[in-house]
């Protein structure tokens, strides 16, 4: 059992926690968990059979008797007044699950990844704290450290739902066999909750519900729900229609659409209510997503000893947690000494165990990390890990954390050394060096290129686009927004990539102009192009690869050296930066006293262009690469005088004048190894909310055209649109990947370049990502609408119109929260936050508004507005 001895300390006064928020700590105490002595012994002897040198997947059930071995077929299943242990070994970049392939294990090259789940529910009861014992047990049985994972009912991890490919199914213990069962199927890793008891009050309008009464099945589909979810309903549906349980028939399904139950026939209107009383009707609304918060780090400090007196013989000492920062968290934070507790929020709460932490310590680290989620109310999942076993979703916390991957690594040296053979074609049939570059071609396609003018220039008038005439040039000014359209050709055919680049000092009018403008663009153009945001200083490698590493950024405006805007030319008298080794590395960005740019922390650089008229000098300090010193030399793309610290002569120096102080030579940093890439799926909620469910396995079997997918690549950000998914998602695109950047508790760069691409267009960029990438892959996919129809002769289809039966409904109607009667009849300060008082007809069901109004929405908002009044005021909603 947890202990919980002191909460975080609470500051009565807000001025002063103001004042003193970085020098005190928060501090928690918190007991560990109790040894579970009794079944040790029996424990040892089951886990005896694990094997210890080979992958495997495993399941048993926890009694209080002992650990029994799940068999095969029932992977997946959990009853929820049991407690159950997985365990599950793979090597890296290997599927994990019950179909892993047996392979021998090799601890002294590539490490094995070793997770044991502990799962219960709110049922389990002692059975929870016996599971945990046990899995502590499984883990001293093994010959590496393994991650320990404690699973909650209906908010298992990512990785515990991943090795189930057909979703888990969570049923109720002791439920009667006769009488009508309720189930919810939720996650984009379908999981099957049954609920009781069957009742109104169970549904949401976000859900998709399985109501089985027996001789029928009622698939309910929420207002909100989340088109996957359907289409899983929809299946899980059919598949209980023909179960095994009810003999070799073939029951029937009833479809009812979340608000239009009545309009369904007769005979299943008559069966539903028997079932759900309509009198009763309230469906839950959706819940609001989290707020984002920062991840927090804590240490946990040596325990105090207790009074002799007061302390039992099973119990050892309570953990000090003391807060040490908040996100952005770096690896150097944890010591190897010390063990940490990561507050990550809707990501988990982890513990760190340090290679030189004591023993004892570090069996309380996992009870320390629960302590903490229950002092925050936090009812996810709790993991614990040791020092060189992390996994994917603990490192991704952390920026710059070095992941260990030698085959990776390999690949990401070949793909950064690389100088020929990434032309199109041939990255084509390499995508993962593509993916690795970051480039889907050699840059040598065709490039045009407009500057976003500002409203009081003196431009062309209703122009906001001014062309750029020479745009292999490669001149950027900071003050100004620039639209660039590269065209190449590819063995798919033609492909394009519009990229839309904002200065570091471009004001947010200006920005946002350009982005209206580079969406209008994008459309005219039939949205075909990939659409990708980028910002000075990080900017991808494939923008820089169009430049031929030319790329320079000036300080100011174009139009202060050309009022038209049109002609972007260079400064005449100019100090450049050179950073980069290779031209899909090197940028340029000019240097001037009292000038912004770069922040000091980041600006990295051992060679310096100073142009001086006619004149250009290349200067490089005693530390810089030969590699940079041949980036810089490319970059004065002029006849020019190469000068090396030590050597300058006094022509330099004049040249220089008053900026010798801004010559300072930064070796550059180590190549950074980034984080294999993470996938997301897209949940929409409300407008302009969003949230989104990781799904660890990054397979191309994952994706579904009626999605909306974030793939994570740590360096940039992309967002996959399904051919099906709903028309929000493709006017929003940038946004969904702005909220999932906001939300992610490491506290990433709100300028990470966003890419967007379609179903159908994706470059290798992209599909390198994902192993066997097939351009076939859905061709003979099923939509939901086609999914529907499959179910007639079978099914009864009715309510609703064509969109909300399509799963994608854009009506204005459908798209409102709905309310009881009563309740928008009330007075107005009773009225929930988001109805609009001169609307409330919108807030109604469908069934609600027939049988207030005698018509469909349909029919009443062709009415005359002085007509839709008087009909409001007639039935008290105005």
């Given at each position: 059992m947890v202990r919980l001895n002191a909460v975080v300390t609470a500051r009565a006064d807000p001025s002063t926690s103001l004042q003193t928020n970085e020098s005190k700590m928060h501090i928690l105490e918190i007991g560990a968990d109790q040894d579970d002595e009794g079944t040790a012994r029996a424990a040892d002897a089951v886990f005896r059979t694990v094997p210890r040198d080979h992958t495997t997947f495993l399941v048993w059930k926890i009694t209080e008797k002992g650990t029994e071995l799940v068999p095969r077929s029932q992977y997946g299943t959990f009853y929820d007044a049991e407690a159950y242990l997985v365990y599950s070994c793979s090597l890296p970049g290997h599927p994990a699950g019950p179909d892993v392939i047996r392979r021998e294990i090799k601890e002294n090259g590539e490490c094995s990844e070793r997770h044991i789940h502990a799962w219960c529910s709110e049922r389990s009861g002692q059975l929870g704290s016996a599971a945990l014992a046990r899995a502590a047990r499984l883990a001293a049985h093994l010959p590496a450290p393994a991650v320990l994972h404690r699973e909650p009912a209906t908010r298992e991890s990512p990785r515990l739902l991943s090795y189930f490919k057909d979703g888990i199914r969570i049923f109720r213990s002791g439920a009667t066999?006769?009488?009508?069962?309720?189930?919810?199927?939720?996650?984009?890793?379908?999981?099957?909750?049954?609920?009781?008891?069957?009742?109104?009050?169970?549904?949401?309008?976000?859900?998709?519900?399985?109501?089985?009464?027996?001789?029928?099945?009622?698939?309910?589909?929420?207002r909100t729900a989340n088109l996957i979810e359907k289409i899983f309903g929809a299946k899980i549906a059919y598949r209980m229609s023909r179960g095994i349980e009810k003999g070799s028939t073939t029951r029937r399904i009833v479809i009812a659409h979340?608000?239009?139950?009545?309009?369904?026939?007769?005979?299943?209107?008559?069966?539903?209510?028997?079932?759900?009383?309509?009198?009763?009707?309230?469906?839950?609304?959706?819940?609001?997503?989290?707020?984002?918060?920062?991840?927090?780090?804590?240490?946990?400090?040596?325990?105090?000893?207790?009074?002799?007196?007061?302390?039992?013989?099973?119990?050892?000492?309570?953990?000090?947690?003391?807060?040490?920062?908040?996100?952005?968290?770096?690896?150097?934070?944890?010591?190897?000494?010390?063990?940490?507790?990561?507050?990550?929020?809707?990501?988990?709460?982890?513990?760190?165990?340090?290679?030189?932490?004591?023993?004892?310590?570090?069996?309380?680290?996992?009870?320390?990390?629960?302590?903490?989620?229950?002092?925050r109310r936090y009812c996810g999942p709790v993991s614990c890990c040791a020092a060189g076993r992390e996994p994917l979703e603990f490192a991704a916390l952390f920026h710059r954390w070095r992941w260990c991957d030698a085959r990776r690594d390999v690949r990401l040296r070949a793909a950064r050394s690389a100088t020929t053979k990434l032309d199109a074609v041939s990255l084509a049939t390499n995508a993962w060096l593509a993916a690795e570059a970051q480039v889907p071609d050699d840059g040598s396609g065709s490039l045009r290129m407009w500057r976003v003018q500002r409203a009081d220039e003196p431009a062309v008038p209703a122009a906001a686009l001014a062309e750029v005439e020479r745009p292999q040039h490669a001149v950027f000014y900071d003050q100004d927004c620039y639209i660039a359209l590269y065209t190449y050709h590819a063995p798919t055919g033609e492909q394009s990539v519009l990229y839309y680049w904002m200065g570091g000092s471009s004001p947010n009018e200006l920005r946002d102009l350009g982005a209206k403008e580079a969406k209008d663009l994008y459309v005219k153009l039939g949205r075909l192009p990939v659409q990708a945001w980028v910002y000075q200083g990080k900017e991808p490698a494939h923008f820089l690869q169009i430049f031929k590493g030319r790329m320079t950024t000036y300080v100011g405006s174009a139009t202060d050296y050309d009022p038209s805007g049109r002609r972007v030319?260079?400064?005449?008298?100019?100090?450049?930066?050179?950073?980069?080794?290779?031209?899909?590395?090197?940028?340029?960005?000019?240097?001037?006293?009292?000038?912004?740019?770069?922040?000091?922390?980041?600006?990295?650089?051992?060679?310096?262009?100073?142009?001086?008229?006619?004149?250009?000098?290349?200067?490089?300090?005693?530390?810089?690469?030969?590699?940079?010193?041949?980036?810089?030399?490319?970059?004065?793309?002029?006849?020019?005088?190469?000068?090396?610290?030590?050597?300058?002569?006094?022509?330099?120096?004049?040249?220089?004048?008053?900026?010798?102080?801004?010559?300072?030579?930064?070796?550059?940093?180590?190549?950074?190894?980034?984080?294999?890439?993470?996938?997301?799926?897209?949940?929409?909620?409300?407008?302009?909310?969003?949230?989104?469910?990781?799904?660890?396995?990054?397979?191309?079997?994952?994706?579904?055209?009626?999605?909306?997918?974030?793939?994570?690549?740590?360096?940039?950000?992309?967002?996959?649109?399904?051919?099906?998914?709903?028309?929000?998602?493709?006017?929003?695109?940038?946004?969904?990947?702005?909220?999932?950047?906001?939300?992610?508790?490491?506290?990433?760069?709100?300028?990470?370049?966003?890419?967007?691409?379609?179903?159908?267009?994706?470059?290798?960029?992209?599909?390198?990502?994902?192993?066997?990438?097939?351009?076939?892959?859905?061709?003979?996919?099923?939509?939901?609408?086609?999914?529907?129809?499959?179910?007639e002769g079978k099914a009864i289809v009715q309510g609703g119109n064509s969109a909300?039966?399509?799963?994608?409904?854009?009506?204005?109607?459908?798209?409102?929260?709905?309310?009881?009667?009563?309740?928008?009849?009330?007075?107005?300060?009773?009225?929930?936050?988001?109805?609009?008082?001169l609307t409330k007809e919108l807030y109604l069901t469908h069934d609600d508004f027939v049988s207030t109004f005698n018509m469909a929405y349909s029919d009443f908002r062709v009415l005359p507005s002085w007509k839709q009044r008087e009909m409001k005021k007639a039935v008290g909603l105005f």
């Open positions: 066999t006769g009488g009508a069962r309720l189930y919810r199927v939720r996650g984009a890793r379908p999981l099957l909750l049954q609920l009781e008891p069957v009742c109104w009050a169970q549904l949401a309008s976000d859900g998709v519900f399985v109501l089985d009464s027996g001789a029928l099945l009622v698939l309910w589909l929420g979340d608000g239009y139950e009545q309009t369904l026939p007769v005979t299943e209107r008559t069966l539903l209510a028997g079932l759900l009383e309509p009198r009763t009707r309230v469906v839950r609304t959706a819940p609001a997503p989290e707020p984002p918060r920062p991840a927090r780090l804590y240490r946990a400090a040596q325990p105090r000893m207790p009074h002799a007196a007061l302390t039992l013989p099973s119990q050892r000492p309570a953990a000090r947690l003391e807060e040490v920062k908040r996100a952005p968290l770096y690896r150097e934070d944890l010591t190897d000494d010390g063990i940490y507790v990561v507050d990550a929020g809707n990501r988990g709460v982890w513990a760190w165990v340090g290679s030189g932490a004591g023993g004892a310590a570090a069996r309380g680290a996992l009870a320390a990390a629960r302590g903490l989620a229950r002092a030319v260079a400064p005449v008298r100019a100090m450049i930066r050179v950073s980069g080794q290779y031209a899909r590395e090197a940028r340029g960005e000019e240097v001037r006293c009292g000038a912004g740019g770069t922040s000091a922390g980041e600006a990295r650089g051992a060679c310096y262009v100073v142009r001086e008229g006619a004149r250009v000098w290349v200067w490089c300090a005693a530390c810089a690469t030969g590699d940079e010193r041949e980036v810089a030399k490319n970059m004065a793309a002029a006849e020019h005088t190469l000068v090396m610290q030590g050597k300058e002569k006094s022509d330099f120096w004049t040249a220089l004048g008053d900026r010798r102080h801004l010559l300072v030579a930064t070796p550059l940093k180590e190549v950074e190894r980034p984080l294999p890439p993470r996938l997301f799926y897209v949940s929409f909620g409300p407008p302009g909310q969003y949230s989104f469910e990781e799904i660890i396995s990054v397979n191309q079997y994952e994706l579904a055209p009626e999605i909306a997918a974030v793939l994570d690549a740590h360096t940039s950000v992309f967002v996959w649109l399904g051919a099906l998914c709903c028309p929000r998602a493709k006017d929003d695109a940038r946004n969904i990947a702005a909220t999932y950047l906001a939300h992610d508790p490491a506290a990433r760069d709100p300028e990470t370049p966003i890419i967007v691409l379609s179903q159908g267009r994706e470059p290798p960029n992209f599909t390198g990502f994902f192993p066997h990438w097939k351009h076939t892959m859905w061709k003979s996919h099923k939509s939901f609408g086609a999914i529907m129809s499959a179910l909300v039966r399509s799963g994608n409904s854009a009506n204005q109607f459908d798209l409102h929260e709905k309310y009881p009667p009563a309740l928008l009849r009330g007075p107005k300060e009773h009225l929930p936050p988001d109805v609009n008082p």
